[in-house]
């Protein structure tokens, strides 16, 4: 199958490089592009499939998924959708978000709008589970692995916002500590913004990650949004559009929450 990586411009042939009517080689526009896409390589770049539908209203004012309104508290709604709408000066001062609070309660989501504002400007974006980026780390240490962890650490740092998502879920070691230490300062110090989302309480974080990276996280995110209430993923919603292709897809919690209960109708 032809993926994007195949595909060559028609305008430049794949050099990246085009003459203008002078004569004289100026970059192509797919130029920009291309730079970003090999400086992403390897890093999960793409918005989950669960979190697909998500948009923002055409005056700025909503968040909906698959067209239907997602209400949060007007505060934080107002934050993020301001943030959403100042991306790029927000990203060049490597301000970042900060989501805390209850299981479901939509911090994930709130960061996958974020992340898609970035792309959609043309930002470059890594978007990671705290497990999930320990275990790309972990893997550039093995004999066959595609790639250098120094080369994986440049990447992570490089991009223009590093997503983590449910950091303090993962299991703490030194090792842990001491490579989420590493990139979030490496990024504090180059000024790149982190987004996190977190189940943990300050106090709770800092005992989890560590005194040290908490304070560059507050400097660089400021003050966390709290989201605390009700788990979405349980109130079932029977108005909720139906994000899964198959019914094999679905999670089980959603399946049964819809299915009769035993004598029912
Ligand atoms: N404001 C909202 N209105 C209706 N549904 C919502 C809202 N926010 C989130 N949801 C839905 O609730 C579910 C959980 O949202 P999400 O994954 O963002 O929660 P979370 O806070 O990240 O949870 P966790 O702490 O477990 O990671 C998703 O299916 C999402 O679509
Ligand atoms: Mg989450």
């Known amino acids: 199958m032809a993926t994007r990586e195949d595909f060559i411009c028609p305008k430049c042939g794949g050099s990246t490089w085009v003459l203008d009517k002078h004569g004289d080689s100026v970059p192509c526009e797919c130029r920009a592009r291309r730079i970003r896409r090999a400086r992403t ?7 989950p499939r669960r979190f697909g539908g998500l948009t923002i209203s055409d005056d700025g004012r909503q968040i909906t998924d698959h067209g239907r309104p997602l209400n949060f508290a007007p505060e934080i ?9 100042t991306i790029n000066e927000q990203l060049a001062q490597g301000r970042g978000l900060w989501f805390e609070g209850d299981t479901g309660t939509g911090k994930t989501t709130l960061a996958m709008v974020v992340s898609k504002a970035a792309l959609k400007a043309g930002h470059s974006v890594a978007i990671y589970s705290m497990p999930r980026l320990l275990a790309q780390i972990r893997n550039t240490f093995d004999a066959d692995s595609d790639s250098s962890y120094a080369e994986l650490f440049k990447q992570l740092t490089a ?8 950091v303090g879920a993962e299991q703490q070691t030194e090792w842990v500590l001491e490579q989420l230490y590493s990139i979030v300062n490496e990024r504090y110090e180059d000024g790149r913004a ?15 990650i ?30 909720r559009p139906e994000p899964f292709a198959t019914a094999e897809d679905e999670p089980t919690a959603r399946r049964i929450a819809r299915e009769p209960a035993a004598g029912e109708a």
């Not at 991009?159 to 449910?166: A, Q, S």
């Open 41 to 47: 390589k390897g890093l999960v770049t793409t918005i």
């Open 77 to 85: 709604a107002r934050a993020v959708l301001k943030y959403c709408r």
């Open 159 to 166: 991009v223009d916002l590093l997503h983590l998502d449910d």
């Open 194 to 208: 982190v987004m996190i989302t977190t189940n943990l309480g300050i106090d709770d974080l800092r005992r989890q």
């Open 210 to 239: 560590g005194e040290r990276t908490v304070s560059r996280l507050m400097e660089m995110c400021g003050d966390a949004l709290p989201l605390y209430g009700s788990d979405r993923r349980v109130e079932f919603d029977p108005a």
